[in-house]
């Protein structure tokens, strides 16, 4: 008895529950409006109901420009495959310093935009600016990035 009374309890542990990372379940998605065909979605869906979102708190949305797109802004093959090369070395310079949660993306009207949730905000200044700028040479993009800590921003993709 005792023992119990005055033996050292375990520190509750405070963070992320596992796993951090859940997996990978894309869903492509076609966007409509009143219109009719307005964009694909392709995202992550073992993210709904992700139960570590306040500790992945900072939202990042990086926005290319399309430059070779068809009838429906989408973008032709080859320039699908431009947009996948610059979006694996976008995804490679978040992750540098971040843990990082790819959502998905987002292509509609001549655009596409890659999501991404982080822990904590820690770019280099200088470093990112001369990453975005080499982009830029490729494809006008733009980098936002803000403190969503409900993932307010992708609630209309995942729940």
Not at 95 to 120: C, L, M, P, S
Request: overall charge negative.
């Amino acid at each position: 008895m005792f023992k119990k009374l005055f033996s050292k309890k375990e520190p509750k542990k405070y963070g992320p529950t596992e796993p951090i990372y859940p997996g990978e379940l894309f869903e492509v998605s076609e966007i409509t409006d009143d219109n009719g065909f307005f964009g694909f979605s392709n995202i992550n869906k073992s993210y709904d109901n992700y139960p570590n979102k306040k500790y992945f708190p900072w939202w990042i949305q990086v926005t290319l420009e399309l430059k070779d797109i068809d009838d429906r802004k989408m973008p032709t093959e080859s320039e699908a495959q431009i947009l996948n090369e610059l979006e694996d070395k976008i995804e490679k310079f978040v992750a540098e310093k971040h843990k990082t949660h790819f959502i998905g993306r987002v292509t509609q009207n001549g655009f596409r935009d890659i999501i991404f949730y982080v822990d904590q905000p820690r770019f280099d200044q200088d470093k990112t600016n001369i990453f975005f700028d080499q982009i830029q040479e490729i494809r006008r993009i733009n980098f936002t990035m803000e403190k969503d800590i409900n993932w307010n921003n992708v609630s209309g993709l995942i729940k």
